[in-house]
């Protein structure tokens, strides 16, 4: 393998089968809720249910790859990307790893825009933060922090011209 394309870090994350839980349960109780006192037609369950599957086939197979080699970042958060979003070295003016708020700072989880840029994000608040030369800024979350902290020092950024 070219040692350039050595690859340094690697994760892949899925959101927590607890959300799934929660979309599963959710819609159910709601519908008891809302229809408990009154008689209905069966027909009418079909939008909240494919609602609910939906949802639920997003949770399911979404997942974010993140890699990380000598001269580039990768992430990919599928079903959004089908494939690999490359990040050279040279496109970089900083990266580091940091810790955020999904909520305030983005609006929540998954593919998302804030005030501070874009987040690729699926669980927890580490995130690699990339400032790219152009002034945009990527954070893409992990769930190991250590790791990439490591992995970034082998990833050298090449100073500005």
Known sequence: MNQSRQIIFEEKQKFSPLWLLVT???VPVLLYVKYKDEAFDITGLFIPI???VSISSLFIFSK???VISRDEIQYRLFPFHLNM???SRE???DVFVRKYSPLLEYGGWGLRWGLKGKAINIRGNMGIQVVLKNGTRILIGTSNA???QKALENFTVPPAS
Request: aromatic share 6%.
């Open 24 to 26: 599963f349960l959710l």
């Open 50 to 52: 494919s609602v609910m």
């Open 64 to 66: 974010l790859e993140t």
């Open 85 to 87: 979003r490359k990040i």
């Open 91 to 93: 496109e970089i003016a």
């Open 146 to 148: 250590d790791a990439v």
